[in-house]
């Protein structure tokens, strides 16, 4: 691919005013030049006089419209290439980017580029993953932060409730290819791996009842045997899932530090992408994720409700 910037200075180089940064976004959203109307869905608008406009040309909707309307970009008061920077710093760095971090980059508050660190996980969710193929392995582990690290109030919540904050994750994972993860109630096992793996594949699992049946749906399912730690049989083995899941962990306790159960989801599309794109480099991913910017992500649905769900499942696991 060739791309005007290598770097993240010579991206803050290339998009140097706003009329650049507009345009950019403009061929990655029509690469065919015919702009399409987000009120109707017909091509062809007109460009307005200003340049930072169009109209449609559908005489029953005649909408005016911007080109970051209808994209996680809509009525954002930050310029353009401050996305753009953020965009490249969160799908680049390898465990991702703190919004502490990422407002002291960008020079911005705190509060905006969490909103901000959101959209982003939610532009590189994968909007239509095709099933996982060939020898998948399948694994759970837990994800959560401690509760003696939480706010005072939220460590009451906790302990009132007498749970802790550690939600279960099943990670699916392609022998070569991709990996993609979920945030499961326990009961979900069988599920969550129907809605992953195509039926061709083998599954490679560990003995956890909740698997059991699967081996009549899918090409072959080999058990592992984790409490003896023989992670590896014949061949198969969840090593490379069980390195995966270390990285996120770090991820979640070195950057985020701690990760509400409801956002938890987006945090596990965010390391998947960048395990899924980590072949490519950081350039290409970037103007990977540049064609994913559909779609909206509003603040007030992501303010954190009382009682951590997700879905509208609770997700936290009964004590025992
Ligand atoms: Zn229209």
């Known amino acids: 691919m060739n791309l005007p910037f290598k770097t993240l200075p010579e991206l803050f180089q290339y998009f140097r005013n706003e009329d650049i940064a507009r345009d950019f976004l403009e061929r990655q959203r029509w690469p065919d030049g015919k702009i399409v109307c987000p009120a ?8 307005n006089a200003d340049m930072r406009s169009y109209g449609c040309r559908n005489v029953e909707c005649k909408s005016k419209f911007t080109v970051t309307v209808g994209t996680m970009m809509e009525n954002t008061k930050l310029p353009l290439a401050k996305w753009y920077a953020a965009i490249w710093l969160i799908t680049a760095h390898k465990k991702g980017i703190s919004s502490c971090q990422l407002a002291r980059d960008l020079g911005i508050g705190q509060k905006a580029a969490w909103f901000l660190n959101h ?3 939610e532009m590189v969710t994968e909007k239509a993953p ?3 193929q060939d020898i998948v392995s399948v694994d759970e582990t837990f994800v959560g932060g401690k509760i003696t690290n939480m706010k005072k109030t939220k460590r009451k919540y906790y302990k009132d409730i007498g749970k802790d904050n550690k939600i279960p994750v099943m990670g699916l994972m392609e022998r070569e290819g991709k990996v993609r993860l979920e945030v499961i109630g326990y009961n979900d096992l069988k599920y969550m791996v129907r809605k992953n793996v195509d ?3 083998i599954l ?3 003995e ?5 049946g699967l081996d009549n ?3 072959g399912h080999v058990t592992v045997n984790h409490s003896h730690f023989v992670y590896t049989q014949d061949g198969f083995s969840t090593n490379n899932l069980e390195g995966f899941f270390s990285q996120l962990k770090r991820m979640v306790f070195g950057i985020y530090h701690q990760v509400s159960p409801q956002h938890l989801q987006r945090y596990c599309n965010e390391a998947a992408y960048r395990y899924n794109t980590r072949k490519i480099k950081d ?11 559909g779609g909206r992500l509003k603040y007030k649905d992501l303010i954190i409700p009382k009682t951590p769900t997700y879905n509208g499942k609770d997700l936290i696991e009964p004590s025992k």
């Open 119 to 121: 959209r982003i996980r």
């Open 208 to 212: 956890h009842l909740g698997y059991r």
């Open 199 to 201: 039926k061709g594949a």
């Open 217 to 219: 749906e899918y090409n």
């Open 204 to 206: 490679v699992t560990d």
């Open 130 to 132: 095709e099933l996982l």
């Open 40 to 47: 109707c869905g017909k091509r062809g608008a007109y460009r």
């Open 283 to 293: 350039n290409e991913r970037f103007v990977d994720a540049m064609q994913k910017t």
